[in-house]
């Protein structure tokens, strides 16, 4: 079956650094997608991975391991405003996206 | 309009009776979809459209129906709504169906409870 794995909830202190992981397992692999969303509002788009590798954009940064169906989310210098859920999606073989459940961050001062 | 717009925001309905949740975008892009937040649970996909006249089947199709007369609208019903359907509603679009970058918009969602 298809599954998307990641921790439920995670806390870090604001000006660090957190890194969410995500195991995947999906029937062929186009893709793996990290979303945020703050609460009672809508998953907006961070990042996109394909290859193996890090993707980095800014404080935040995105690593894809094909091979260990992994992937993680790095965020660095963290804010108050990143407190939200961080959504891990595995893009299958028909082009279908498997969502993982959600890690919700809590940033304390 | 900018993005897509759900309508409505929120609805309590009693269980037997029809809805429809509405669906509007205006980037013409040519997917659209439906999914469910649940807590605990993943976004599940109801219903997708990867093109005006074309509808699929998600994970999650029982007891909705769609509709896409044409590209800007895509309204989700409930034939007969049940409690187990009280859920949050997201509808989203991307450029194209199957679209490898997959990067999706969404509404701001439509909270929907079941009595």
């Known amino acids: 079956g298809q599954n998307i794995d990641q921790p439920t909830e995670m806390t870090a202190t604001e000006g660090a650094i957190v890194q969410i992981n995500c195991t995947y397992q999906?029937?062929?692999?186009?893709?793996l997608f990290w979303y945020q969303q703050h609460a009672g509002e809508a998953p907006t788009f961070l990042s996109y991975?394909?290859l193996d590798g890090l993707e980095e954009k800014g404080r935040f940064s995105s690593f894809l391991s094909r091979s260990k169906g992994y992937s993680y989310l790095l965020l660095k210098e963290l804010q108050m405003k990143d407190s939200a859920s961080y959504l891990c999606?595995?893009?299958?073989?028909?082009?279908?996206?498997?969502w993982g459940a959600g890690t919700k961050l809590i940033i304390k001062p | 309009i900018a993005g897509i717009t759900q309508a409505p925001t929120s609805q309590i309905l009693a269980a037997g009776r029809r809805m429809t949740l509405r669906c509007t975008q205006d980037?013409?892009?040519?997917?659209m979809y439906w999914y469910r937040q649940d807590l605990g649970l993943g976004l599940r996909l109801i219903h997708y459209?990867?093109?005006?006249?074309?509808?699929g089947k998600g994970e999650v199709p029982d007891g909705y129906s769609v509709s896409r007369a044409n590209t800007d609208d895509f309204p989700l019903t409930l034939a007969s709504a049940v409690p187990s359907q009280t859920s949050v509603y997201f509808c989203?679009?991307?450029?194209?169906?199957?679209?490898?970058?997959?990067?999706?918009?969404f509404g701001e969602g439509s909270r929907l409870t079941v009595l």
């Open positions: 989203a679009s991307s450029v194209k169906g199957g679209d490898v970058t997959g990067e999706l918009f």
């Open positions: 980037m013409r892009h040519n997917a």
């Open positions: 459209s990867n093109t005006a006249g074309t509808t």
């Open positions: 999906t029937s062929g692999f186009n893709g």
């Open positions: 991975n394909v």
């Open positions: 999606a595995g893009m299958d073989s028909n082009y279908q996206l498997i």
